[in-house]
């Protein structure tokens, strides 16, 4: 058991964190986040490849701002290659 002597004089207890895990009230929290958030990868069934929560597939975003505006760019990025493959395609009768 670890504790603190505060300003005022009383103690407090310093729960300590656990081993593989990241303290929340570490300075460099959310550096360390994103950086696990990079190192944990998942597999999407419907695009058949492998994404990680830092960057995921269209089909695994959040609800988030960022995430809808990437969401909306990737939309109009498939509805473009969509276009030029079907203009592309000659038809033979």
């Known amino acids: 058991m670890t504790f603190k002597k505060l300003p005022n004089g009383k103690w ?3 729960k300590e964190v656990p081993r593989g895990k990241i303290d929340p009230n570490d300075p460099d929290y959310d550096r360390r986040v994103k950086v696990k ?3 944990t990868k998942m597999f ?3 695009c058949e490849t492998t994404y ?3 960057i995921p597939c269209i089909h695994h975003l959040s609800d988030s701002p960022e995430h809808r505006e990437r969401e909306k760019e ?3 990025k498939q509805q473009k290659t ?3 493959e079907s203009s592309s395609q000659q038809r033979f009768i």
């Open 44 to 46: 999407c069934n419907v």
């Open 12 to 14: 407090r207890y310093v």
């Open 37 to 39: 958030f990079a190192k």
């Open 82 to 84: 969509k276009t030029v």
């Open 74 to 76: 990737l939309r109009r």
């Open 52 to 54: 990680t929560l830092a």
